[in-house]
């Protein structure tokens, strides 16, 4: 039997080998749950009744849960002789047991590697347990068995939170030993605005705080966490996180004592360096933080860690990764996670620009801004800055060459914006994102290209679930399941749906879902009072970076009415000559309006496709639309000509009128011969 594999958290999944196991209904899945979390132990059919369905369970729940049971023995052991026992799923007494050594999971690799971290801390080697829980599953987020419901799943999902919650604060204790306070900052805000009764994040915080020079802010933050207290559970702090206000109070120097890499124990982390340097280096640390509620992309993140080697260390080559795609699809969100995970591999700092490519406010930045920028950061007076971006680039290779820095340059747009940022010496990588291909940097510098494409339908529901609460997305799944169609899975469209429902926590669920239909074909249901989150603004962006002939042949496309169109339909809507065209097609791919799916077959996404259809009734006239479709439909009558004369060359030619457009019509199916009798002679 090929080896079985379950991920626990996120949405519950399995694979066998390589291939991944549909685990069937909701309740399949709960009492599936219930097996894996049991490690081994037999559950009685009540017992299983009780946790899937609770104290009203539906007429027959029993059988229905023995029914579930053989699906489950049918589904991982399908070369089974039926009648024979199982191997796998057994039955003992009144109750089944999953045997624990004929699986994997990521839930026993997070205890794993949370039991051998806590092992490294006491025998003194902090980084190696930080190493180790970097690598554990997000547990905390609460984004565990989603979409499994029943008593038993949800009480599940609050003790791997927990238990997440713990191995997130014992790894951030652990780095602010090493004397990484400052890059944990942005962190430990995020998860004290997740979890404010949580006093071990806020005694983490004023601790992280405090030591890069933040005083006023660590006091702060406590009077905030004394206020939340007693508005919400009406107490005080607990005699641990008043004892560490008392130390920022009286300036206690042993709270700054540095903890030697070797010594077991709770002694305090160094002081930390100045603010705008990153802790344990000399270097920048200008990451932003991190999405609090970043979803999904296992895929991605797991092709962007493969870059680097194994170990924790910076790269021994030049690396450099472009993360391109739609508007839309998370790029930066990607870019800036997986770099906050990778962070600790680059002792020397890290860089951040936001290069405005595709800004409403603002032209690009030139890149010797950006130099002149990046070498103060490095420690370069400003006054010593040299003239001119050739001498600043060359200085700023020089500093990098002696360096591991991680770079982002953020919504980049093109790669004449980019290479100066470059560095000329491995040990660096280079994280760049933006909605342009950038292929002169993967042709003549090796960039990686990295496009994350639309979430999976599971994720889309996870990303719904941690932004509204799971228990409201699981009350409602055939809505959920509506607002992931209307939104076609762009994560930008769900987060807006999920900010409105949000905001209006009585709504239902499956009201929004009839307002998307309701506005199906348009952008109105994703419109929003801030440009970064209003759908039409955001696609605007790209649009308005195009050349005129390009954004005229986008508003085009949205005529055809097909799932994808030829190449030669295009030429025939642009009324253009085919080699210009095909270069127009090339910048719409390129900016990412228009996916090339096969070659020569190019797709809109659904949003993409209502907002080019908007564009096309405002800028263009009803005589240049209607003079378009003439030129398509005349292209389509001839292309279906030419293949009925070789589909059926026995009947007689058919006149046409002269043709409206300079487009050949399609050839597929020239020099194929069907075999006789597969047309019917005379049929049109």
């Given at each position: 039997?090929?080896?079985?594999?379950?991920?626990?958290?996120?949405?519950?999944?399995?694979?066998?080998?390589?291939?991944?196991?549909?685990?069937?209904?909701?309740?399949?899945?709960?009492?599936?749950?219930?097996?894996?979390?049991?490690?081994?132990?037999?559950?009685?059919?009540?017992?299983?009744?009780?946790?899937?369905?609770?104290?009203?369970?539906?007429?027959?729940?029993?059988?229905?849960?023995?029914?579930?049971?053989?699906?489950?023995?049918?589904?991982?052991?399908?070369?089974?002789?039926?009648?024979?026992?199982?191997?796998?799923?057994?039955?003992?007494?009144?109750?089944?047991?999953?045997?624990?050594?004929?699986?994997?999971?990521?839930?026993?690799?997070?205890?794993?590697?949370?039991?051998?971290?806590?092992?490294?801390?006491?025998?003194?080697?902090?980084?190696?347990?930080?190493?180790?829980?970097?690598?554990?599953?997000?547990?905390?987020?609460?984004?565990?068995?989603?979409?499994?419901?029943?008593?038993?799943?949800?009480?599940?999902?609050?003790?791997?939170?927990?238990?997440?919650?713990?191995?997130?604060?014992?790894?951030?204790?652990?780095?602010?030993?090493?004397?990484?306070?400052?890059?944990?900052?942005?962190?430990?805000?995020?998860?004290?605005?997740?979890?404010?009764?949580?006093?071990?994040?806020?005694?983490?915080?004023?601790?992280?705080?405090?030591?890069?020079?933040?005083?006023?802010?660590?006091?702060?933050?406590?009077?905030?966490?004394?206020?939340?207290?007693?508005?919400?559970?009406?107490?005080?702090?607990?005699?641990?996180?008043?004892?560490?206000?008392?130390?920022?109070?009286?300036?206690?120097?042993?709270?700054?004592?540095?903890?030697?890499?070797?010594?077991?124990?709770?002694?305090?982390?160094?002081?930390?360096?100045?603010?705008?340097?990153?802790?344990?280096?000399?270097?920048?640390?200008?990451?932003?933080?991190?999405?609090?509620?970043?979803?999904?992309?296992?895929?991605?993140?797991?092709?962007?860690?493969?870059?680097?080697?194994?170990?924790?260390?910076?790269?021994?080559?030049?690396?450099?990764?472009?993360?391109?795609?739609?508007?839309?699809?998370?790029?930066?969100?990607?870019?800036?996670?997986?770099?906050?995970?990778?962070?600790?591999?680059?002792?020397?700092?890290?860089?951040?620009?936001?290069?405005?490519?595709?800004?409403?406010?603002?032209?690009?930045?030139?890149?010797?801004?950006?130099?002149?920028?990046?070498?103060?950061?490095?420690?370069?007076?400003?006054?010593?800055?040299?003239?001119?971006l050739d001498a600043q680039a060359a200085l700023y290779r020089s500093i990098l060459a002696d360096r591991r820095v991680l770079i982002v340059l953020d919504n980049a747009r093109d790669a004449g914006q980019v290479?100066?940022?470059?560095?000329?010496?491995?040990?660096?990588?280079?994280?760049?994102?933006?909605?342009?291909?950038?292929?002169?940097?993967?042709?003549?510098?090796?960039?990686?290209?990295?496009?994350?494409?639309?979430?999976?339908?599971?994720?889309?529901?996870?990303?719904?679930?941690?932004?509204?609460?799971?228990?409201?997305?699981?009350?409602?799944?055939?809505?959920?399941?509506?607002?992931?169609?209307?939104?076609?899975?762009?994560?930008?469209?769900?987060?807006?749906?999920?900010?409105?429902?949000?905001?209006?926590?009585?709504?239902?669920?499956?009201?929004?879902?009839?307002?998307?239909?309701?506005?199906?074909?348009?952008?109105?249901?994703?419109?929003?009072?801030?440009?970064?989150?209003?759908?039409?603004?955001?696609?605007?962006?790209?649009?308005?970076?195009?050349?005129?002939?390009?954004?005229?042949?986008?508003?085009?496309?949205?005529?055809?009415?097909?799932?994808?169109?030829?190449?030669?339909?295009?030429?025939?809507?642009?009324?253009?000559?085919?080699?210009?065209?095909?270069?127009?097609?090339?910048?719409?791919?390129?900016?990412?309006l228009l996916i090339e799916r096969a070659p020569g077959r190019f797709v809109f996404h659904d949003l993409l496709r209502a907002f080019s259809g908007e564009l096309a009734d405002v800028e263009d006239s009803e005589?240049?639309?209607?003079?378009?479709?003439?030129?398509?439909?005349?292209?389509?009558?001839?292309?279906?000509?030419?293949?009925?004369?070789?589909?059926?060359?026995?009947?007689?030619?058919?006149?046409?009128?002269?043709?409206?457009?300079?487009?050949?019509?399609?050839?597929?199916?020239?020099?194929?011969?069907?075999?006789?009798?597969?047309v019917r002679s005379g049929t049109s």
């Open positions: 039997m090929k080896a079985l594999r379950f991920s626990l958290f996120g949405s519950l999944r399995a694979w066998q080998g390589p291939d991944e196991v549909a685990l069937g209904p909701p309740q399949q899945r709960a009492v599936l749950t219930m097996l894996l979390l049991s490690r081994g132990r037999a559950i009685g059919v009540a017992d299983l009744v009780d946790g899937v369905w609770g104290a009203t369970p539906p007429r027959g729940a029993v059988a229905m849960v023995r029914t579930y049971i053989a699906r489950l023995r049918k589904l991982f052991e399908p070369e089974r002789t039926p009648g024979l026992p199982s191997g796998l799923l057994v039955s003992i007494g009144d109750g089944y047991a999953l045997r624990a050594d004929r699986i994997s999971s990521d839930l026993a690799e997070f205890e794993g590697a949370v039991l051998e971290a806590e092992r490294r801390r006491a025998a003194g080697d902090r980084t190696g347990a930080v190493r180790l829980l970097r690598t554990v599953p997000a547990a905390g987020d609460g984004a565990a068995l989603v979409g499994v419901p029943g008593p038993y799943a949800e009480s599940a999902r609050t003790g791997l939170a927990e238990r997440g919650l713990n191995a997130l604060e014992l790894r951030l204790s652990l780095e602010l030993e090493l004397g990484r306070h400052e890059a944990a900052v942005p962190e430990l805000l995020a998860l004290r605005d997740a979890h404010p009764l949580r006093e071990a994040v806020s005694e983490l915080l004023l601790t992280a705080l405090y030591r890069c020079g933040r005083r006023a802010e660590a006091l702060e933050a406590y009077a905030s966490t004394c206020q939340v207290l007693a508005d919400e559970l009406g107490i005080e702090p607990g005699p641990s996180l008043r004892a560490v206000h008392a130390r920022i109070l009286g300036g206690d120097p042993s709270f700054t004592r540095p903890v030697p890499e070797g010594s077991a124990g709770d002694v305090p982390a160094p002081q930390g360096p100045a603010p705008h340097t990153r802790a344990g280096g000399s270097g920048p640390a200008q990451l932003p933080a991190d999405l609090p509620l970043f979803t999904g992309r296992r895929a991605e993140l797991d092709r962007l860690s493969a870059l680097l080697p194994e170990g924790d260390g910076p790269p021994g080559t030049a690396v450099i990764v472009v993360v391109d795609g739609m508007a839309g699809t998370g790029k930066t969100a990607l870019a800036v996670h997986w770099a906050h995970r990778i962070a600790h591999r680059f002792p020397d700092g890290s860089l951040y620009v936001n290069l405005r490519g595709y800004d409403p406010h603002g032209s690009p930045m030139p890149p010797d801004s950006v130099t002149e920028m990046f070498l103060v950061a490095l420690g370069v007076a400003p006054q010593a800055v040299p003239e001119g290479r100066p940022l470059l560095p000329g010496t491995p040990g660096s990588l280079v994280l760049v994102t933006s909605r342009s291909r950038l292929g002169g940097l993967v042709a003549q510098q090796g960039a990686h290209p990295v496009t994350p494409g639309l979430l999976s339908a599971g994720e889309s529901y996870e990303l719904l679930s941690r932004r509204l609460g799971r228990a409201r997305v699981d009350a409602e799944p055939e809505a959920v399941a509506a607002i992931i169609e209307s939104c076609a899975r762009l994560p930008l469209a769900l987060a807006i749906v999920a900010s409105r429902a949000a905001h209006h926590p009585g709504f239902r669920l499956a009201d929004v879902a009839q307002e998307l239909r309701y506005d199906h074909g348009s952008l109105d249901a994703f419109a929003g009072d801030d440009p970064g989150t209003d759908a039409r603004a955001v696609f605007s962006w790209s649009y308005q970076a195009l050349s005129p002939e390009a954004a005229g042949l986008f508003r085009a496309l949205a005529l055809h009415p097909g799932p994808d169109i030829t190449t030669a339909a295009a030429v025939a809507l642009a009324g253009a000559p085919p080699r210009g065209v095909r270069a127009l097609l090339t910048e719409l791919t390129g900016a990412s005589n240049i639309r209607g003079a378009a479709l003439l030129r398509m439909y005349d292209h389509f009558l001839r292309t279906a000509h030419h293949a009925s004369s070789v589909l059926d060359p026995s009947r007689g030619p058919i006149a046409l009128p002269p043709g409206t457009t300079g487009s050949e019509p399609s050839g597929s199916t020239t020099g194929r011969r069907r075999r006789p009798g597969c």
